[in-house]
T-cell receptor, first 114, second 112 residues
């Protein structure tokens, strides 16, 4: 069974600085996808970024980028130039195997301080 | 706005009752997923439908059921409600497997 682990329950960063959130996963699948979702205090789940396992190039979306290490089964999220609006829970999620559902980690609560 | 709509936003009901949560997927999306988010269990997958057919089941209780209609909207039925069923219930939709899943705003269910 696939598992997703986020080892940092809480993190904080100063506004305009860079922060990296960690995620590791376990799977025997070769074809899968990884995602980061953001959940602000409004509780809406917002897709941040997506990575296909078959792609070596790390995904980037504006200030958000990932460091995907397939052999190490690691998928970290880097947020550059942190903004107050980045304050949220961040969930790492895995999609693979025969089922189409996402498997989520327990989340990292990120606080951006002014 | 993800394009996925869910109603109602909030629901307060008593133990033993039955409720129905409704979801409309994004235009063009054929897959609908239901997830439950609670404090102790985190985000848990309940069930998936694809173009009207059940495709996968997760940790869904027998008291819970769902369906997807020909117009692709989906309903999640929760019956014989217990205090522990209090949670945020999300619906998500995607084009198909491997594509991004976009989440609705959720329905907050409180069972008293």
């Amino acid at each position: 069974a696939q598992t997703v682990t986020q080892s940092q329950p809480e993190m904080s960063v100063q506004e305009a600085e860079t922060v990296t959130l960690s995620c590791t996963y376990d799977t025997s699948e070769n074809n899968y996808y990884l995602f980061w979702y953001k959940q602000p205090p409004s509780r809406q789940m917002i897709l941040v970024i997506r990575q296909e396992a078959y792609k070596q190039q790390n995904a980037t979306e504006n200030r958000f980028s990932v460091n995907f290490q397939k052999a190490a089964k690691s998928f970290s999220l880097k947020i550059s130039d942190s903004q107050l609006g980045d304050t949220a829970m961040y969930f790492c999620a895995f999609l693979g195997g025969s089922q189409g559902n996402l498997i989520f980690g327990k989340g990292t609560k990120l606080s951006v301080k002014p | 706005d993800s394009g996925v709509t869910q109603t109602p936003k909030h629901l307060i009901t008593a133990t033993g009752q039955r409720v129905t949560l409704r979801c409309s997927p994004r235009s063009g999306d054929l897959s609908v997923y239901w997830y439950q988010q609670s404090l102790d269990q985190g985000l848990q997958f309940l069930i998936q439908y694809y173009n009207g057919e059940e495709r996968a089941k997760g940790n869904i209780l027998e008291r819970f059921s769902a369906q997807q209609f020909p117009d692709l909207h989906s309903e999640l039925n929760l019956s014989s409600l217990e205090l522990g069923d209090s949670a945020l219930y999300f619906c998500a939709s995607s084009v198909d497997w491997g594509y991004e899943q976009y989440f609705g705003p959720g329905t907050r269910l409180t069972v008293t």
